[in-house]
Antibody, heavy 118, light 110 residues
Framework: EVQLVESGGGLVQPGGSLRLSCVASGFTFSSYWLHWVRQAPGKGLVWVTRINGDGGSTSADAVKGRFTISRDNAKNTLYLQMNSLRAEDTAVYYC????????????WGQGTLVTVSS | QSALTQPASVSGSPGQSITISCTGT?????????VSWYQQHPGKAPQLMIY???NRPSGVSNRFSGSKSGNTASLTISGLQAEDEADYYCTSFTSSHTYVFGTGTKVTVL
């Protein structure tokens, strides 16, 4: 059974940093593209960033230069390093797997809440 | 990258059909057949319902179907059921090799 489990969320002050993790199981981790998607409270889904199997990545303009996606294929773990956090980064952060096609996110984690506030 | 445009809400009675539109540009929806649709119930993670414009993953009801014309993709739910009440989001691959989600549509079953 495919599972994605996020952790690392919490309360952080503006300008601070946080690292999210997503532990995967039930599939060959290194073969899949992985994404981070966020959802501010009461708002819609917003794509954040994506990484392919060998580490290549793309990101949304809103997080470029502040957020870094990475992966450890030996540990079946996806990361999101978030620096220079702003109030508008407050959201539930989901990790998701690209499965059937380039734009199909076929499995999602349960999400982890990041709150940026003083 | 601006969000794809979806209607804020769509409603229908049980058994009816409804259609949700998703409008982008030639740099995303119109340029690729990489449009997918997600269903999200309150407090839950999104679930993939349609990928590559019109393909259904295994386990998704055939009451859900997708299509595309130009820069607008559509999701149709036939035989509307109470369990279909949820938020729906489209997404597309873009010419920048990024992704963009739609603004989201709340479906209400009357």
């Amino acid at each position: 059974e495919v599972q994605l489990v996020e952790s690392g969320g919490g309360l952080v002050q503006p300008g601070g940093s946080l690292r999210l993790s997503c532990v995967a199981s039930g599939f060959t981790f290194s073969s899949y593209w992985l994404h981070w998607v966020r959802q501010a409270p009461g708002k819609g889904l917003v794509w954040v960033t994506r990484i392919n199997g060998d580490g290549g990545s793309t990101s949304a303009d809103a997080v470029k230069g502040r957020f870094t996606i990475s992966r450890d294929n030996a540990k079946n773990t996806l990361y999101l390093q978030m620096n220079s956090l702003r109030a508008e980064d407050t959201a539930v952060y989901y990790c998701a797997r690209t499965g059937l096609s380039v734009a199909s996110l076929d499995y999602w984690g349960q999400g982890t809440l990041v709150t940026v506030s003083s | 990258q601006s969000a794809l445009t979806q209607p804020a809400s769509v409603s229908g009675s049980p058994g009816q059909s409804i259609t949700i539109s998703c409008t982008g540009t030639s740099s995303d929806v119109g340029g690729y057949n990489y449009v997918s649709w997600y269903q999200q119930h309150p407090g839950k993670a999104p679930q993939l319902m349609i990928y590559d414009v019109s393909n259904r993953p295994s386990g998704v009801s055939n009451r859900f179907s997708g299509s595309k014309s130009g820069n607008t993709a559509s999701l149709t739910i036939s035989g509307l059921q109470a369990e279909d009440e949820a938020d729906y989001y489209c997404t597309s691959f873009t010419s920048s090799h990024t992704y963009v989600f739609g603004t989201g549509t709340k479906v209400t079953v009357l």
